[in-house]
T-cell receptor, first 114, second 112 residues
């Protein structure tokens, strides 16, 4: 148990569906991240929030919409996804947003888009 | 842009053999982190190296940071089946970029 909880663990959705991924951290951290992990590719940083403010959006398509209501919770809203969006989506947190901070990852949501 | 290359992509060893994975950056790193991801699991932080030429050990794992702070290695002595997983390095470019760039990872398989 890393202190970062993600739900659901698995998700299958059609291209016209709308779904949301949820992440909650119990570590008292102030920074939260969404990463995408695809086979044979490096972890891709999608979004970063620091003290509830979005600080980074790494050219992510608008069909992915993040939300951070407080420092402990992070959501990723999904709509009209494409099959190539199928991947493991990992949430992570760190004390603050800094590249030298170690990351604590959740177990991830394995997403399949049909 | 910054890129972190990691080799090999895959390594299959017999239990008891040693294993090494290498990480290279084209530009100088501020520091480097290593993570392990078990099959079906999530990345777990192992260690961070900061100083030029730094060597750190965790039981059978030895981590090195190059003198030029452009490369790093993870060496496992006498592998065990519990070492199975993917090992990722992540290069911190620090400064104004404030970016942590992950390598592609090395998948280690250990045959009993």
């Amino acid at each position: 148990e890393t202190g970062v909880t993600q739900t659901p663990r698995h998700l299958v959705m059609g291209m016209t569906n709308k779904k949301s991924l949820k992440c909650e951290q119990h570590l008292g951290h102030n920074a939260m991240y969404w990463y995408k992990q695809s086979a044979k590719k490096p972890l891709e940083l999608m979004f970063v929030y620091n003290f509830k403010e979005q600080t980074e959006n790494n050219s992510v398509p608008s069909r992915f919409s993040p939300e951070c209501p407080n420092s402990s919770h992070l959501f990723l809203h999904l709509h009209t996804l494409q099959p190539e969006d199928s991947a493991l989506y990992l949430c992570a947190s760190s004390q603050v947003r800094a590249s030298n901070e170690k990351l604590f990852f959740g177990s991830g949501t394995q997403l399949s888009v049909l | 842009g910054q890129q972190v290359m990691q080799i090999p992509q895959y390594q299959h060893v017999q239990e008891g053999e040693d294993f090494t994975t290498y990480c290279n950056s084209s530009t100088t790193l501020s520091n480097i982190q290593w993570y392990k991801q078990r099959p079906g699991g999530h990345p777990v932080f192992l260690i961070q190296l900061v100083k030029s030429g730094e060597v750190k050990k965790q039981k059978r794992l030895t981590f090195q940071f190059g003198e030029a702070k452009k490369n790093s290695s993870l060496h496992i002595t006498a592998t065990q089946t519990t070492d199975v997983g993917t090992y990722f390095c992540a290069g911190d470019y620090g400064g104004a970029t404030n970016k942590l760039i992950f390598g592609t990872g090395t998948l280690l398989a250990v045959q009993p």
